[in-house]
């Protein structure tokens, strides 16, 4: 593990969650994020899924964990509007965690 320097001088390691590589990576197309670009609300929906989201985990375009979202479902839900407000403009890699597996998406946030 090497550690990076970002640009305010502050050092930071990125590193694996062994915690999340229990669980079996779905299809992309299992999980849709909208609108995309966005500039504050998305709706993550998803299909075929075994059971409800759970968490939304956001990463920035280097890996640094931005945002934890738990997600309070059932399993008749089948989307959930979460907000992005207090982000920076920029790419997102939102990891989606069900309680069978964690599916990957990309976001841009674009505020005017």
Known sequence: MHSQVDSGGESYSLTLNP??????????????????????????????????????????????????????????????????KGLNNGIYIFQCIFADKVITQKIVLYNN
């Open 19 to 84: 915690e999340l590589m229990q669980y079996p990576v779905g299809a992309p197309s299992d999980v849709y994020v909208f609108p995309n670009p966005t500039s504050d609300l998305v709706t993550i929906g998803w299909e075929n899924a075994k059971s409800a989201l759970r968490q939304v985990v956001v990463f920035n375009r280097i890996g640094l964990r931005t945002k934890v979202i738990d997600i309070h479902t059932d399993s008749t839900d089948d989307h959930v509007v979460i907000s992005l």
